[in-house]
């Protein structure tokens, strides 16, 4: 398994994963972070990123296609895909 690449952090959240982008919302806001070995995409409430919740996890190395891994960039892409994609949702 591929390890992740240096991104730059812009802060370390109260569960141990690094935030990558933050979008704070009136009520609730998404970030895109790494967690141990894979990026993932929560949702937090009233600007507390103590509460990340509904995650959204990008493996490196998963697909369901078993012909095929997912490497560190792309997973990266999927993950800020997503991040973008639940912004929209909560402008």
């Not at 949702?43 to 891994?69: M, S």
């Amino acid at each position: 398994m591929e390890t992740i690449t240096k991104r730059k952090v812009l802060q370390g959240l109260p569960n141990g994963a690094d935030a990558l982008m933050i979008f704070r919302g009136q009520e609730v806001g998404v970030v895109l972070a790494t967690w141990k070995k894979e990026y993932v995409t929560w949702i937090f409430y009233d600007d507390n990123l103590a509460t990340t919740t509904h995650g959204n996890y990008h493996l490196l190395g998963f697909d369901p296609d078993p012909r095929r891994d997912i490497s560190e960039p792309e997973a990266f892409e999927n993950a800020k895909a997503d991040f973008l994609k639940r912004v929209t949702r909560y402008i």
